[in-house]
DNA sequence: TGACATTATGTCGTTATCGACATATACTAT
DNA sequence: ATAGTATATGTCGATAACGACATAATGTCA
C-alpha cells in the first residue's frame, strides 16, 4: 500500500473545524498554531481541494463571488473521522494534529488520543533513558560528544514534560 | 536564491561527528536520535554522498572491501562550520541539528547557539500567550474548539520548559 | 487618482524524497 | 548445507511539495 497522505486530511479537518473554508483561508491558516505541525503552500492546497471536491469528500459554495467555500460532506466527514480513529505512532505530530481537530471537550476521541499518546511516550521515553546509559557510559564520552549529550538529555527532558502534561488532562 | 537544503549538511555533520561513516552507517544513524529532527532514505544518502565526493566536502576511503567510508575534508569541514554560523529560525530543527554536530564543551558556537534558539524561544512563548489571549476570549471559544486549546496551552507550556532548560545550559 | 498591498485562485517546471527493485557478500541459527 | 537475516551499495519511477509566474478584484494610503 502507498504511504499514507497526510494533507487532504489536514484540509478535511481545517474545513470541518471551522465549518466552512476557502482555499485562500486555508492557506492563512497555515501561519497559525496548526502550522507548527504542517504546512502546505496555496499551489498545492487548491488543486487538493478540487480532487476533494471531485471524490465527495467536500462541496463547494460558490454563492459569494469573491471565494469559493468548502464544506465537508456526509462522506468526508466519515473519512476524517476514520483517520481520526486510526493509531497514532511515535510521530508526535499525528497526535497534535488530531488533537487540533476535536472540537468538543465532550468527544470520547480526546481522552482515547491521550491515552494512546501517553503510551508511545512513556515508551520512548524509557528508550531514551537506556540510550543515556549505554552511550555516554563516561565523562569522555559526553566531553567528546557534547551537542550529542545535550540533545538526548533535551529529548528526556522533553519527553518527561509531555507525559505530565498528558497525565495532567486525562 | 533557491531554498537551502539541509541533507547535504546534515551528513556532513554526520560524517565530521565520527571522523568517517559510510553510507549504511549513515543510514543506520537515522534510527539513532537524529532520526528526530531529520532523516533519509539510502536512496537519497548515497547519490548525495556522490555529489559530495564530486564537489570536494568528503573524500572517499575504499581500501577497506566491505564499506566505502567518507571523511570530510578541509573544504568540506569550511562549509561545514559556515552552515552551523548561519543565523538560526523560529524552525525548532535546525538548533537540534547543530547542536548535535558541536563535538566540543568549549566550542564558541555551544553558547551561541543556545543565546540565539533562547531569543527566538522567548518571542514565540510571548506570540503564544498573545494568541491565548486574542482567541479564547471565552469559555464559549474554549468548549467548542476544545482541541486547539489544548494545543495552543500544550505549545506554552512546551516553550516554558524549552527556555527554562537553554536558561539551565547557558 | 495613482501606487501598493491584500485577497483570491490558478498553472507549471523543478526537485527533494520515497518505495520498489536489484544485487552481492557475510553472518547465523537449524 | 541451507535458509534467513544483516550488511552494503546502487538505480529508477512516481509523486509530494515548493517557488515562480500569471491574473484580477478589492482595499488603502498619500
Known amino acids: ?3 499514507k497522505r497526510i494533507l487532504p486530511y489536514v484540509l478535511l479537518g481545517l474545513i470541518n473545524n471551522k465549518e466552512r ?3 485562500y483561508q486555508i492557506s492563512q491558516e497555515f501561519k497559525n498554531e496548526v502550522g507548527d505541525f504542517w504546512h502546505a503552500s496555496h499551489s498545492q492546497i487548491y488543486p487538493e481541494l478540487a480532487r476533494m471536491k471531485a471524490d465527495g ?3 463547494d459554495d460558490e454563492s459569494d463571488n469573491k471565494s469559493t467555500y468548502y464544506i465537508v460532506t456526509d462522506q468526508g466527514s466519515e473519512i476524517l473521522r476514520n483517520w ?6 511515535d510521530n508526535e505530530e499525528l497526535f497534535s ?3 487540533y481537530f476535536i472540537k468538543d471537550k465532550s468527544d ?3 481522552k482515547d488520543l491521550i491515552t494512546q499518546e501517553l503510551v508511545l511516550r512513556k515508551l520512548k521515553y524509557q ?6 546509559k549505554t552511550v555516554f557510559t563516561d565523562d569522555k564520552k559526553i566531553k567528546n560528544n557534547f551537542g550529542h549529550y545535550l540533545i538526548l538529555t533535551r529529548a528526556i527532558e522533553r519527553e518527561r514534560n509531555h507525559i505530565q502534561w498528558l497525565e495532567d488532562k486525562l
Chains 1, 2 share one sequence.
Open 108 to 110: 470520547p476521541l480526546l
Open 57 to 59: 469528500w467536500v462541496s
Open 21 to 23: 473554508l476557502s482555499g
Open 1 to 3: 500500500m502507498p504511504k
Open 84 to 89: 481520526m480513529r486510526e493509531p497514532l505512532d
Open 127 to 132: 528508550y531514551l533513558q537506556e540510550r543515556l
Open 97 to 99: 494534529l488530531k488533537l
